[in-house]
């Protein structure tokens, strides 16, 4: 299973995956509770400026909820294929 998630609302959620005609779900986080929970709720800044935002990361949880994988500070381009030949890897593991 694939879930995204972003501190987005319910709305900009649902234009993104139509948008992009995205085959799995996107949970709305606007508390960003889940993103402090798995780390990625980071303090960044910009031209100077400190603020707190997202910090684009991948988790692969195995089926008993344990993270396998950590991926932090994603680069979106050739991250899918990384992501993939993981989970081929941690499935000839069983």
């Known amino acids: 299973m694939v879930l995204g998630c972003s501190p987005d609302s319910v709305e900009k959620q649902r234009k993104f995956k139509e948008k992009f ?3 799995y779900r996107l949970l709305a986080d606007v508390t960003h509770a ?3 929970g798995y780390g990625a709720w980071k303090l960044k800044s ?3 400026k400190s603020y707190h935002g997202i910090e684009r990361s991948t988790v692969i949880i195995d ?3 344990k993270v396998a994988r950590a991926f932090e500070k994603v680069k ?3 991250h899918a294929r990384e ?6 890897q941690l499935t000839r593991q069983k």
Do not use: R
Request: net charge negative; aromatic share 0%; glycine share 14%.
């Open 63 to 65: 089926p008993v909820g």
């Open 76 to 78: 979106a381009e050739g």
């Open 34 to 36: 889940v993103a402090e």
């Open 83 to 88: 992501v993939e030949e993981v989970l081929k």
């Open 46 to 48: 910009m031209m100077g």
């Open 21 to 23: 005609a995205l085959p």
